[in-house]
């Protein structure tokens, strides 16, 4: 029998219910079920994809080609779980499926409504693929109070009738602040949030406290009587000094122990020995090493969301903890600054990115690493702007650059127009729409043998992520491999450059794909393990 659990937001914004879920979804695994996790997003936008990064942050790509909620990459980092299409819906998908039912007159002229036509629309969404998963975690948007997200509530609030109280639990993270004039910590915003829940007709199960300080009893027991909880479901959600210490730190405060009391379940204690491993190796690391990461939205991080958990992760694999030195690309225009911020430097990583804004001083950055033999990986429009900087600088063609920047006589870099995705051949132009058009998801790549690549993936065949809309042109192999920059993995039909590495340097590595999105802390990724392990050397020689 399948359970849900229903994970609300209230008093602010940004709390980490992601986080919250993904923690409580491995802990459940760690107990031996299975989970499914799943996110409710109120906004209007059909998907993330053509969102500005700065408004929402990193989009995630899943292996079937969605762009999605970011929150989906915490949901994979944490369980191990692929999230699928399945696994994130917008109130912009939501109405554009009942608008398109409407049109076919599948509703025989009746009146289209809210309720009940929307919400049947979200709860059909919220339990869609869920048989045979124990437990199917479901995270709503926003914050309660807010007018958009109102249909979800009440959709899930359906559920609970629907469903019967013995497969669902609603939990509720709140925040408990400090106040430091008073020395008090403050109940009421975490009353009036559970207040405004209940007059939706939804009683909150358990109440996740977000808090700086710790939460005394007498706190717990005043929140437990005015938001009508149980005193031990009121449980304390206390900063931590990484995040992967959060399951460790919700189990301690007994909050999976609550949800499987609310369902009636006894199993024994989890084994969380592989989240203590890791932990202790994220604070207690051996050596460190820094990392420029080269991009051009570093002024919200959670734009490279997936790309810092990855370099911690290829930190714990060797035992080391990376600093990050997040440097606008903008900065490198000018080669003397270039210089001068990437010295002393361990490795160079250069993200995704769209747009000509900030593309000289990428390719700044990868001549710098190239010529002074810094640990380099370029990831996508990283692995473009490489290209173009082996083009101009070791084969000669001076003029060389990407035609997303407008009409150039030798773009090594092109709009893709074709691609073969399994049986089926996909085709675009210029003229598409720009959501949802881009080469998405996971794809083959066949490595080339004796590279160095070859070597880490220690395969012939891998499969990658991917979300772009320009290639490197692979008519400009020949002259690149020439001048030493070795295509060392193409899709199988010999068509795409994948990948590219210059065997003359020590770690110079350019990637078309995401592998960031592929990466967990208990399973770091192959590339991100290998770039990190010649930081390390690197940080040796210096």
């Not at 209007?44 to 762009?67: F, K, L, Q």
């Not at 990115?353 to 700044?364: L, V």
């Not at 060392?488 to 590495?501: A, N, Q, R, Y």
Request: with cysteine; charged share 25%.
């Amino acid at each position: 029998m399948t359970r849900f659990v229903f994970i609300t937001g209230g008093v602010v914004s940004s709390l980490g219910k992601g986080l919250s879920s993904a923690a409580l979804g491995a802990l459940l695994q760690a107990r031996g079920y299975s989970v499914r996790l799943r996110k409710l997003d109120p906004y209007i936008n059909v998907d993330p994809g053509t969102m500005n990064p700065y408004e929402h942050g990193e989009v995630y790509v899943t292996d079937d080609g969605a762009e999605t909620d970011l929150d989906l990459g915490h949901y994979e980092r944490y369980t191990g779980v692929p999230s699928r299409q399945s696994d994130n819906v917008t109130t912009g998908r939501i109405y554009q499926n009942v608008i398109a039912k409407e049109r076919r007159g599948d509703y025989l002229g009746g009146t289209v409504q809210v309720i009940p036509h929307i919400t049947d629309a979200i709860k059909a969404f919220a339990i869609d693929q869920t048989d045979g998963t124990d437990f199917v975690l479901v995270e709503i948007g926003g914050t309660i109070g807010d007018i958009e997200s109102l249909p979800f509530v009440e959709a899930i609030r359906q559920l609970g009738n629907d469903l019967g109280r013995d497969r669902v639990v609603y939990i509720h993270l709140t925040l408990v602040p400090y106040i430091a004039a008073s020395g008090e910590l403050k109940t009421k915003p975490t009353q009036h949030s559970v207040k405004e829940l209940r007059s939706i007709g939804i009683q909150p199960d358990i109440l996740l406290c977000r808090s700086e300080q710790p939460i005394s009893e007498s706190s717990r027991r005043k929140m437990a009587l005015f938001c009508n909880v149980r005193p031990e479901a009121v449980i304390p959600a206390l900063d931590v000094e990484t995040i992967y210490e959060v399951p460790l730190s919700y189990h301690r405060e007994g909050l999976d122990n609550q949800v499987l009391t609310h369902f009636g379940l006894d199993t024994a204690e989890p084994d969380l020995t592989r989240w203590e491993e890791i932990v202790l190796r994220v604070k207690k690391p051996e050596g460190r090493v820094k990392i420029a990461v080269v991009g051009k939205y570093i002024e919200l991080q959670d734009a490279y969301k997936s790309l810092a958990e990855s370099l911690v992760h290829g930190g714990i694999a060797n035992n080391v903890g990376v600093d990050v030195d997040w440097v606008e690309s903008e900065l490198f225009e000018d080669g003397d600054e270039a210089i001068q911020r990437l010295e002393g430097v361990n490795g160079i990583l250069i993200p995704g990115g769209f747009g000509e804004r900030g593309s000289e001083g990428k390719i700044a950055a990868a001549q710098f690493a190239r010529e002074h033999h810094v640990p380099y990986f370029g990831i996508c429009f990283g692995m473009q702007m490489a290209v173009v900087e082996a083009a101009r600088n070791l084969a000669g063609i001076a003029d060389a650059s990407s035609s997303e920047f407008g009409p150039c006589d030798h773009a090594v870099v092109g709009l893709m127009t074709e691609w073969t995705r399994g049986n089926r051949m996909e085709t675009r132009s210029s003229e598409d729409d720009l959501g949802g058009t881009m080469r998405l998801g996971a794809y083959p790549c066949v490595l080339k043998q004796g590279s160095l690549v070859g070597d880490i993936y220690a395969s012939q065949e891998i499969s990658e992520r991917h979300r772009h809309r320009y290639e490197v042109n692979v008519n400009y192999r020949e002259q690149l491999e020439a001048a030493g920059l070795i295509f060392s993995g193409m899709s199988p039909d010999g068509e795409l450059p994948e990948i590219v590495e210059n065997p003359a340097h020590p770690w110079f590595i350019g990637v078309q794909f995401h592998p960031e999105l592929k990466s967990r802390p208990f399973e770091p990724h192959p590339l991100f393990s290998s770039f990190i392990e010649a930081a390390v050397k690197q940080s040796r020689l210096v």
